[in-house]
């Protein structure tokens, strides 16, 4: 039986092997800064920082990590 494989680290996953940016997913991005998923869309929102949207969604998206880690740095 497969594991299960969420939606969003596939989507993660598979957009770091085609691309030379690193990508975080809202929850690692905000567990990295203490902040919850909501509180770190806010922040995102607040911030400006940039989204990478994922088809299908206009709701989801990964953040650049380069971004977090300026941030967290």
Known sequence: ??????WNQK??????ATST?????L???GNL????KDQMKV??????????????SVHRYLLLKSEIDRIVG
Do not use: C, Q, W
Not at 11 to 16: D, E, G, R, V, Y
């Open 11 to 16: 989507i993660k996953k598979t957009f770091n």
């Open 33 to 36: 800064l203490g902040l919850s």
């Open 1 to 6: 039986m497969n594991a299960f494989e969420d």
């Open 27 to 29: 929850t690692e991005a």
């Open 43 to 56: 922040y995102v929102d607040k911030h400006g920082l940039t989204k990478m949207p994922i088809m299908r």
């Open 21 to 25: 940016e690193e990508v975080l997913t």
